[in-house]
């Protein structure tokens, strides 16, 4: 394996070793998942089920009046009675048309179940996945997840629009046909069901290698989407750094996987096919044989004869049909069990069943006695205990890796501390709903993110019912009204995908719009200057300090200029707070802050 190839390895890798008890497990959820979608619409599928029994009935009387019109038709039309062959013609036609109509009613009828199952199963997923915690994201890739809404979800719109119609069909004519044929001759019979027995062996050795097949393919196509995703993500440092041989190579590698898991499944249907096409030939070959000994023989009728063979013929193409629908079960089950998964993940950050309200948010912050850490056996915050007053600025600084970010995450409630508690106005944050809790804190992050829409749109994100005159009042606080009324379409410019339209600066003064208009009690900036030019800074500095007046804020900042509007200073380091006080106060002593602050000011001459 090359280099690039094990680099991929750590992204969106799956287990794909299941043992039979994992094997049930995985059956039983996805069976669960198919049932409790189809559930809601229990009497359209009753319908469809009915339809597929009047349709298979229909289907199959068709050999019995060719039978009748051969043995009867002919005999009494000899004889001048024409009425014998008038009544199996009509009776041809009347189950043709019947079986014509049924048909019609069953695409529609199933083709609308299909619709509202794949659409309750598209809203589900995409509302459970917008529900899970930041840290499930964290973990779980982009790419993973749009591979569970689309190709996976594909996987089973195939079986349920067209295969589950065959399946049903198929299962009814096999049935069906078997009884017919025991009816019209157990010796015959005899032969036919005897060839079972290697099918059914045949059957169970296909499914089992399909199975294991399909499996790596849901989790090969997912890593392939996810380089697919990162590569157009980032398609700037792609070519700034000229990736692209090495993205082909990566994505080549499980490309690779995915063709060669698809083949493993191709070629254990092939083999099934096969296998089933050379029994049906040599039960054909007997049938016929020994049938037409018996007509020879007198005891079988040619007209039966005949029928037994129409009949034999529709017996396997069932089974064929049951192969190709065994193929897409296959994958649906496959798909189902990737969906499955993601639907029975828990938010790592639950909505309390209780919520205590929290009415109008003063914006005080206490942290008591609060320990993390992202992996037990590594906390990144040992013990701390910390009171923010509600209208306070605060900053924190200090070296990567010093709990900053994970200080911010707590406070807006991305992750639970593992001991401790983090309160909002006295009241643990694991008690507030999560409309009150989003309502009061907001964060802002080092690049605002930006919806492809309006900038009036994006403004409204956390009040999409503010009106155009608070929208523009928003982008007045902040300094961000001059540009964007000088652009031809104003506030209904289109600020393309991420925002690109805009530079940094500009995406910023939106992303403070945004939270000015929410007006949230408490506001969390993750290195939201950083990324900015010196006169993109200052414009930002100007609309922060309209941004956090009267509001608790905590801020995270390698810039030293933008402590300059903090009322209070945390210096962490190892997780831990080792200096606290005001800007003036720590900068004209001998501790880290005066330290960094030296730094910074040598950096600017």
Known sequence: MTDAAADWRGIAKEDETVTATGNLVLAGRSRRLLFSLLRPYRKLAAGALALVVLDNAAKLSMPLWIAYGLDQGISGGRQGNWTPLLTAVIGFIAVTLLGGLTTYSFLRASGTLSQRVLFDLRVRAFTHTQELSVSFHENYTAGKVVTRLTTDIDALQELLEGALNQAMSALLSVFTIAIILIWLDPTLAMIVLAGFVPLLIATRWAQRRQRAGYRRTRGAIARV????????????????????ERNLEVVGVDDRQYQQANMTAIRGMADYVGISIVLQYLTTVLVLFVGAWSVIEGDLAIGVLAAYLLYLDQFYGPLDELAQVFNAYQSAAAALEKISGVLEEKPAVPEPSDAVPLGNSRGSIELAGVSFGYHADRPVLPTLDLVVPAGQVVALVGATGAGKSTLAKLITRFYDPS????????????????????????????????????????????????????????????????????????????????????????RQLVGFARVFLADPSVIVLDEATSSLDIPGERLVQRALETLLRDRTAVIIAHRLSTVAIADRVLVMEGGRVVEDGSPAELVTGDGRFAGLHAAWRESLV
């Open 419 to 506: 001991a401790g508690a983090v309160r909002l106005d006295g009241i643990d944050l694991r008690e507030l709903a999560n409309v009150d809790l989003r309502r009061a804190i907001v964060m802002v992050t080092q690049e605002a993110y930006l919806f492809s829409g309006t900038i009036a749109d994006n403004i409204r994100l956390g009040r999409p019912d503010a009106s155009d005159a608070e929208v523009r009042a928003a982008a007045e606080a902040v300094g961000l009204a001059s540009f964007v009324e000088s652009l031809p379409d104003g506030y209904r410019t289109d600020v393309r995908t991420r925002g690109g339209r805009l530079s940094a600066g500009q």
């Open 225 to 244: 989407i996810v380089g697919f995703v990162e590569a157009m993500s980032g398609m700037r440092a792609v070519q700034a750094f000229g990736r692209e």
